[in-house]
């Protein structure tokens, strides 16, 4: 055991915390190649998939293998912190990996589960998880602060699902684009995002999150033209393409802000 905590050293956490990315995209390939959806999707740099398989369809099986293989190299991750700081992380793991295998296959079904899991997944899940592999213990400041990604993540997604409407749904898809349409979903995506600042002012008011977390809402004006975007060309992808650019850059630097701001505080 000791050989092995000196293998994994310092990038435990930092792997744990990407291979769940990288487990929910190479299933998301398969199933998608399989489906047929990648040969009717209206790809763009953001959406789409990668289309590898359609140009090597012979790796199909090899890819399938991939996502198997990962999946069990983070549930042996995740049981290596289950043993080192005890049972109370193992309902999180649970979960995360149910929801890493059955996103594509089940969760994609229903608006509301397909919209809420990526954020439960790339948020409240995983800075959970990771602050309690961290520190051994739960807080309502890694709660308070998990929210921003949730909500951000889940809006990476929706905005992403736009392109993909008429071949998600012919599929069997059911997502909130599909259910409701896209304009009322760009107001669902305006929804989310003030949720997501609000999110760091309620913690703030509360005491939870310094005041340097408020260095997150310096996107919010980047967040507010692509949500005004997608009021504007929700039917048009190829003019709301830069927005889902934008949209990618929200996602990444606002986490960041966060982070310095938690660390300066």
Not at 109 to 135: D, I, Q, R, S
Not at 149 to 174: H, I, Y
Not at 209 to 231: D, E, V, Y
Not at 243 to 248: D, F, I
Request: glycine share 8%; hydrophobic share 50%.
């Amino acid at each position: 055991m000791k050989s092995f905590k000196s293998l994994l050293g310092p990038m435990r956490v930092p792997f744990l915390f990407l291979t769940p990315a990288c487990v929910v995209n190479i299933f998301n390939e398969y199933f998608d190649f399989k489906s047929g959806l990648d040969a009717k999707t209206q790809r763009t740099p953001f959406s789409g998939g990668s289309g590898t398989l359609q140009a090597e369809p012979e790796m199909e099986k090899s890819v399938l293998v991939m996502g198997w293989v990962t999946a069990i190299i983070i549930a042996a991750v995740g049981i290596y912190f289950v043993i080192l700081r005890g049972w109370q992380l193992l309902p999180l793991g649970l979960v995360g990996i149910f929801l890493v295998i059955t996103y594509t296959i089940w969760w994609t079904k229903n608006p509301v589960a397909c919209l809420l899991a990526p954020g439960l997944g790339f948020g409240v899940l995983m800075v959970m998880g990771t602050h309690f592999a961290l520190t051994g213990t739960y807080t309502w400041t890694a709660f308070i602060a998990s929210l921003l990604p949730t909500f951000l993540v889940s809006n990476l997604l929706l905005l992403n699902q736009f392109p993909d409407v008429e071949a998600d749904q012919s599929t069997g898809r059911k997502h909130y684009p599909i259910a409701i349409g896209r304009k009322a979903s760009s107001t669902l995506y305006g929804i989310f995002l003030l949720l997501a600042y609000l999110s760091v002012i309620v913690g703030v008011i509360l005491n939870l999150l310094p005041i340097f977390s408020l260095l997150s809402l310096l996107t919010s004006i980047l967040g507010w033209k692509i949500f005004q975007s997608a009021r504007q060309n929700y039917e048009d992808i190829e003019a709301l393409a830069p927005s889902m650019g934008m949209n990618v850059i929200v996602n990444i630097t606002t986490p960041i802000l966060l982070a310095i701001g938690l660390f300066i505080g």
